[in-house]
């Protein structure tokens, strides 16, 4: 079964208004780069962004945010991206913010099928209230929910036209996980190959849990904060 779209911009055709989409990445590392420009360059609103950050204020989800077409970020760490603070304190943005340890389980859960965890982290914070919460061994502990998307976006180094995609390093990140916990995955990827040209060994996103593929172009990679030791 041949999955390859042949750009990003069809990729995002399919994704109506009000979506909710997980966008892998770990700050700039990782991220959809071409998915995420065409999405804003589409215009499509409403949108539910489930990601690791908000990206900057001119690069990854920060594009979406410039034209404003998110309504709510489910986020861990949102601490470099200005026009992510503006739209918060304004109440523009609806946000929810989860540990980050929280956020990954989260989301594993919702691939997996689970229906929910129990934490320490958030117990007697703002994090648990609302929540069920229970004492196990002793200790108190913190229900939490599975996290899904309607989509998500993933960013691979290598994949082949069904769908199987090899990360690289760091770079690998959320994406495995959301992959598996979205109804509809569509995966970028900076090497499209043949079916049988990836040793299955090396396979870490299983094709069943692709549904689209494409093979980007011209990517930044940006640095999300760039640091440097001046020579002595």
């Known amino acids: 079964m041949d999955k390859v779209l042949r750009t990003a911009a069809e990729a995002v055709a399919i994704i109506p208004n009000g979506a909710t989409i997980m966008m892998g990445g770990f700050g700039l590392c990782g991220i959809p780069e071409n998915l995420i420009a065409a999405l804003r360059d589409r215009g499509t609103r409403d949108l539910t962004i489930i990601s690791n950050n908000a990206g900057v204020d001119d690069f990854g989800a920060g594009l979406l945010l410039q034209?404003?077409?998110?309504?709510?970020?489910?986020?861990?760490?949102?601490?470099?991206?200005?026009?992510?603070?503006?739209?918060?304190?304004?109440?523009?943005?609806?946000?929810?913010?989860?540990?980050?340890?929280?956020?990954?389980?989260?989301?594993?859960?919702?691939?997996?099928?689970?229906?929910?965890?129990?934490?320490?982290?958030?117990?007697?914070?703002?994090?648990?209230?609302?929540?069920?919460?229970?004492?196990?061994?002793?200790?108190?502990?913190?229900?939490?929910?599975?996290?899904?998307?309607?989509?998500?976006?993933?960013?691979?180094?290598?994949?082949?036209?069904?769908?199987?995609?090899?990360?690289?390093?760091?770079?690998?990140?959320f994406n495995p996980m959301m992959a598996t916990a979205a109804t509809i995955t569509i995966a970028e990827v900076e090497q499209l190959v043949e079916p049988g040209d990836i040793d299955p060994d090396h396979v870490v996103t299983p094709g069943i849990f692709v549904r689209y593929i494409l093979q980007g172009a011209k990517y930044e990679k940006r640095i999300e904060r760039r640091t440097v030791r001046h020579a002595r």
């Open 67 to 173: 034209t404003k077409q998110v309504r709510k970020m489910i986020s861990t760490y949102v601490g470099e991206n200005k026009e992510f603070e503006r739209q918060l304190l304004s109440g523009e943005l609806e946000v929810d913010l989860v540990p980050q340890g929280t956020f990954a389980e989260r989301i594993r859960a919702g691939g997996a099928g689970i229906g929910g965890f129990f934490t320490p982290t958030g117990y007697g914070t703002l994090v648990a209230e609302g929540k069920e919460t229970r004492t196990i061994d002793g200790k108190p502990y913190v229900l939490e929910a599975p996290l899904r998307a309607d989509f998500a976006f993933v960013k691979g180094r290598k994949g082949d036209r069904v769908g199987n995609i090899v990360y690289r390093r760091a770079a690998r990140n």
